[in-house]
């Protein structure tokens, strides 16, 4: 007989500031769009960073055209959950390497949000079963859990310091979370928000109708998730995160 899943942790709320990065729009809205909705009420600020634009997305779309509509659903999807700053950092679709230079550019981008926490996907090498993760969001996950130690390190990307950007130093990150790891220790409640949640998935309406899934339903998809997380939580609905401690010694 399967052993039940262990119960997963509250996540500390106690923050003012996040930065999501993940790798391509609608990334943050396959699980992570609801808590977002829940924190930008309590108040908080969080910014959206997408590393690509996902313009190899769409089959039936040219890159450059896929790009734009890409960038304008994400924007869109964003202020469902009260998000008004998306940055687009437009490397390549499909084939991000983790190493220093992506490392640096999302280093720049800590340093110029100066977070509490930095929300990325999940980045194990599958979802908790057989099917395998992306490799842009291992990729990205890989180098966000360095680009924030490198951030707080004068140091390491110091040509990024003192220029017209007034970028410095950013030590200030307490925690990584990545959303939908199957590693997942954490989780919070979104039951109050899951329907943001849903129809911030629903604005990437061009992405979705290209992946071509016959009979696919956002609400549906979501809240298979939502309730496994509830579940394990105590609560109706939540979104489960890894937590990843930016101390030492922890």
């Not at 829940?38 to 040219?62: F, H, N, P």
């Not at 959303?179 to 061009?206: K, Q, R, Y």
Request: aromatic share 8%.
């Amino acid at each position: 007989m399967a052993e039940n899943p262990a119960p997963l942790e509250p996540l500390d709320e106690t923050w003012e500031r996040a930065l999501c990065v993940v790798a391509h729009p609608d990334d943050m809205e396959f699980g992570a769009a609801a808590a977002v909705a829940r924190w930008t009420g309590q108040g908080k600020s969080v910014v959206y960073c997408m590393v690509t634009s996902g313009e190899a997305g769409i089959d039936g779309l040219d890159p450059d055209a896929c790009r734009a509509v890409r960038e304008a659903e994400q924007v869109r999807s964003a202020e469902v959950v009260g998000v008004d700053v998306v940055d687009f950092l437009r490397q390549p679709d499909g084939v991000l390497e983790y190493g220093v230079a992506l490392r640096s550019v999302i280093a720049a981008e800590v340093r110029r949000h100066r977070p509490d926490i930095v929300i990325t996907g999940n980045f194990r090498d599958t979802w908790g079963g057989r099917n395998l993760n992306q490799a842009d969001h291992i990729a990205v996950g890989r180098a966000v859990v360095d680009a924030v130690r490198d951030a707080g390190n004068r140091w390491v990307f110091a040509d990024q310091l003192g220029g017209s950007d007034g970028l410095e130093p950013w030590g200030g990150v307490r925690e990584v979370w990545a959303f939908g790891s199957p590693e997942a220790t954490h989780a919070v409640d979104t039951t109050a928000t899951f329907d943001a949640g849903v129809e911030s998935l629903e604005a990437h309406a061009a992405y979705i109708d290209g992946l071509g899934w016959e009979d696919w339903d956002p609400r549906e998809f979501l809240e298979g998730m939502a309730r496994a997380a509830g579940s394990r939580l105590g609560v109706a609905l939540a979104a489960p995160f890894e937590v990843f401690p930016m101390g030492w010694g922890e």
